[in-house]
């Protein structure tokens, strides 16, 4: 990946900042579930080593029918791939896409696609409201035929949600024009609130969008690479006739079944785990860096959080180093649009983690401040 496209999570990068001594990176900048994969993912995985010796199904049907019963879709509406970038483009070349329509900031894969499609992009800001983002006033993108438009909710970096009323009389206005909507809901299942998907909704009614998902960041498997988008049946199809079937390993599909088929106890007790973590450690986040001079902390609605940081480019690159030292890494989001490097998106992990990191940035804003007189 050239810089042009930076991603969290760079962990061989990391390893060549930190002191050789230390033995644990903190790894803020790449948004997945702390817990680890559920012990059922695990098991199956281990498992399904044995089948290392045979292709895997290109086709991938009984992934497929899982995700079919559990999205009350057909088996031909699915699209199963090596995380949610790769359905992203798969998804984008089977439409013949003239055109990808982004808002930005927007997660830098969406022009990497673009990038390796040699697909123009429109990139239209969203619109800064106190401590949230709202979509594009109504009418202010000249939505043409063979646009793909990329609504990603909840949005990354920002974290912010947009709700169904805010969304649909944006949507109405692509859709009627005929543009393809891709929802990428890759943080759907970490929302802090209960909200069906609208992307979902649409495809059942038949209109032209799908809904992309991964399991790489609930699930924690970003070493396997999982995802699935939901489809139209015309569009889904092309796609499997189009693609290499081969990029989904039989690792990864074993543990998409495990966590896709009928839900047990297992994976019951996982999700109630991740939701009562998830409240307890917003709302940490709520009372420190919310309360914290120096940081402008917006609204998050799901697993991580973005703050504007009230000093210089260069005091945050400073403060990053610091951070290095010690092992801990945030994404920074320079190269997102419209940010600069005194923006960062923080992953929500564990207490002790989130005190860490809190702990350590609020020494470095308060030694800036009794530094300038303050």
Same mark, same amino acid.
């Given at each position: 990946?050239?810089?042009?496209?930076?991603?969290?999570?760079?962990?061989?990068?990391?390893?060549?900042?930190? #002191?050789?001594?230390?033995?644990?990176?903190?790894?803020?900048?790449?948004?997945?579930? #702390?817990?680890?994969? #559920?012990?059922?993912?695990?098991?199956?995985?281990?498992?399904?080593?044995?089948?290392?010796?045979?292709?895997?199904?290109?086709?991938?049907?009984?992934?497929?029918?899982?995700?079919?019963?559990?999205?009350?879709?057909?088996?031909?509406?699915?699209?199963?791939?090596?995380?949610?970038?790769?359905?992203?483009?798969?998804?984008?070349?089977?439409?013949?896409?003239?055109?990808?329509?982004?808002?930005?900031?927007?997660?830098?894969?969406?022009?990497?696609?673009?990038?390796?499609?040699?697909?123009?992009?429109?990139?239209?800001?969203?619109?800064?409201?106190?401590?949230?983002?709202?979509?594009?006033?109504?009418?202010?993108?000249?939505?043409?035929?063979?646009?793909?438009?990329?609504?990603?909710?909840?949005?990354?970096?920002?974290?912010?949600?947009?709700?169904?009323?805010?969304?649909? #009389?944006?949507?109405?206005?692509?859709?009627?024009?005929?543009?393809?909507?891709?929802?990428?809901?890759?943080?759907?299942?970490?929302?802090?609130?209960?909200?069906?998907?609208?992307?979902?909704?649409?495809?059942?009614?038949?209109?032209?969008?799908?809904?992309?998902?991964?399991?790489?960041?609930?699930?924690?498997?970003?070493?396997?690479?999982?995802?699935?988008?939901?489809?139209?049946?015309?569009?889904?199809?092309?796609?499997?006739?189009?693609?290499?079937?081969?990029?989904?390993?039989?690792?990864?599909?074993?543990?998409?079944?495990?966590?896709?088929?009928?839900?047990?106890?297992?994976?019951?007790?996982?999700?109630?785990?991740?939701?009562?973590?998830?409240?307890?450690?917003?709302?940490?986040?709520?009372?420190?860096?919310?309360?914290?001079?120096?940081?402008?902390?917006?609204?998050?609605?799901?697993?991580?959080?973005?703050?504007?940081?009230?000093?210089?480019?260069?005091?945050?690159?400073?403060?990053?180093? !610091?951070?290095?030292?010690?092992?801990?890494?945030?994404?920074?989001?320079?190269?997102?649009?419209?940010?600069?490097?005194?923006?960062?998106?923080?992953?929500?992990?564990?207490?002790?983690?989130? !005190?860490?990191?809190?702990?350590?940035?609020?020494?470095?804003?308060?030694?800036?401040?009794?530094?300038?007189?303050?």
């Amino acid at each position: 990946m050239t810089s042009a496209y930076r991603h969290g999570g760079r962990i061989a990068d990391y390893l060549e900042q930190i #002191p050789p001594e230390m033995e644990r990176i903190f790894d803020f900048s790449a948004n997945i579930h #702390p817990f680890g994969p #559920p012990e059922k993912v695990r098991r199956a995985v281990l498992a399904a080593i044995s089948e290392m010796e045979h292709y895997p199904d290109a086709q991938h049907r009984v992934l497929r029918k899982h995700l079919a019963e559990r999205e009350g879709v057909t088996p031909q509406s699915v699209v199963v791939g090596n995380g949610a970038s790769e359905i992203l483009e798969l998804l984008v070349r089977g439409f013949s896409a003239k055109r990808m329509v982004l808002l930005d900031p927007a997660f830098s894969e969406y022009r990497a696609v673009s990038h390796r499609l040699h697909i123009p992009v429109l990139g239209i800001p969203l619109i800064q409201a106190d401590d949230t983002f709202r979509l594009p006033a109504l009418g202010s993108i000249e939505f043409r035929k063979g646009d793909v438009l990329v609504l990603n909710n909840p949005h990354n970096p920002t974290s912010t949600f947009f709700s169904t009323a805010e969304c649909v #009389p944006f949507l109405e206005d692509a859709m009627s024009r005929g543009v393809l909507v891709v929802f990428d809901e890759a943080f759907h299942d970490f929302l802090l609130h209960d909200e069906a998907s609208l992307g979902r909704k649409l495809l059942l009614e038949g209109r032209a969008v799908a809904v992309v998902r991964s399991a790489t960041k609930y699930y924690a498997i970003p070493g396997l690479r999982l995802g699935f988008a939901l489809a139209p049946v015309e569009l889904a199809e092309k796609v499997y006739a189009e693609r290499d079937g081969w990029t989904v390993n039989v690792m990864a599909l074993a543990a998409g079944v495990a966590a896709y088929g009928p839900e047990d106890g297992e994976l019951s007790d996982y999700s109630a785990q991740t939701r009562a973590w998830l409240r307890e450690e917003s709302a940490f986040v709520q009372a420190t860096w919310g309360r914290t001079d120096g940081v402008r902390l917006f609204r998050m609605a799901a697993n991580y959080f973005f703050v504007e940081l009230d000093r210089s480019d260069a005091w945050s690159l400073q403060c990053q180093q !610091e951070l290095a030292r010690l092992g801990m890494f945030v994404r920074d989001c320079f190269d997102f649009p419209g940010c600069t490097h005194h923006h960062w998106r923080v992953a929500i992990r564990t207490r002790e983690e989130n !005190e860490r990191l809190f702990e350590r940035v609020e020494r470095a804003l308060r030694q800036r401040n009794e530094g300038v007189g303050r």
